[in-house]
């Protein structure tokens, strides 16, 4: 079995199971039936050779090479989305309506447009509806989407010089906290860890598991330890280094690798941490 990796005309990205179509191959134009109709894309990539359970095979959407009739009427649907965006941004203007329109996308068949907006709360777009049905005599919908989305949408650079990770291969969005920053130990100021969506940035979540599994078998912050050099308090980690920084009583402070850190990798429960046999030599 065949997994098509196919993206989409608006950008985003659909997979499909099955047998590869005869004659197509990665970079031709496709066809594709999709949970919002028929829609044009891209063959990005093929993954030949998998193998799963019959009942564990997903229903997947039939995909065709596309036509010069296909590749004539996307076109047609480009120019027309780029009409309705400016008619509808007209109209968002004349009715003062506290809406942000991001894009509009037009059915491969031109049955329907979606325009896709943000706005800071619910919005009455009732009228404005009105107006677009008046002007395109079709199906309009108009989806209100959330930042992160917008900027899935719309597309970027990150402050990595990478392309977005929402807009290249993210298909969900994970919650992310504040706490994922802390315990990465990066800086809380607002314009280092939020994206260009102005959100805490998605790859906050990649690494955070992982700093939890090694914290897990660390001493907590502020607990003592029994040094060569005399007691000290410990006060943080550098996990990247893999160093520790303890405070001596004297108000010193000492970096060792985590290697040399005197603990028991069980705990030894409430109290001081003593050297033992793992200590510096």
């Known amino acids: 079995m065949d997994l098509l990796k196919i993206q989409l005309a608006g950008g985003g ?7 590869l ?17 028929v829609e044009m894309g891209t063959l990005k990539a093929v993954f030949r050779g998998l193998e799963l ?26 120019a027309f989305e780029g009409r309705a965006f400016a008619y509808c941004q007209e109209r968002i203007r004349a009715r003062q ?8 996308a037009c059915l491969f068949d031109g049955s329907k447009v979606i325009f896709y907006f943000t706005a800071p709360g619910r919005v009455d777009f009732r009228d404005l509806v009105k107006d677009l049905v008046q002007e ?20 970027g650079l990150g ?34 860890i939020s994206g260009v969506c102005g959100r805490l940035m998605c790859c906050l979540v990649y690494e955070y598991a992982s700093y939890q599994e090694i914290k897990k078998h660390l001493p907590k912050i502020g607990k003592r330890v029994n040094l060569p050099e005399g007691d ?22 000492v970096e060792i690798p985590l290697s040399e850190l005197p603990f028991s990798p069980q705990g030894k429960g409430p109290g001081d941490t003593k ?7």
């Open 136 to 155: 395109f005599r079709c199906r309009i919908e108009l989806r209100q989407i959330g930042v992160r989305h917008r900027a899935k949408m719309v597309g």
């Open 159 to 192: 402050v990595c010089g990478q392309k977005l990770c929402c807009a290249s291969f993210l298909k969900n969005f994970e919650p992310v906290s504040v706490r994922m920053a802390k315990e990465q130990q990066l800086s809380l100021n607002p314009s280092k």
């Open 53 to 78: 359970p019959h009942d564990q095979i997903p229903e997947s959407p039939a995909v065709r090479a596309a036509t010069p009739e296909d590749l004539a009427q996307d076109e047609k649907n480009r």
């Open 275 to 281: 050297a033992g046999g793992h200590g510096r030599s």
């Open 232 to 253: 000290a308090k410990i006060i943080r980690y550098n996990l990247i280094r893999q160093t520790v920084t303890l405070e001596l009583d004297e108000g010193q402070e």
């Open 97 to 104: 309506l506290p809406i942000h329109l991001v894009r509009a």
């Open 21 to 37: 179509p005869e004659g197509l191959k990665a970079g031709d134009p496709v066809v594709v039936n999709t949970s919002e109709g």
């Open 13 to 19: 990205n659909c997979c499909v199971f099955g047998q």
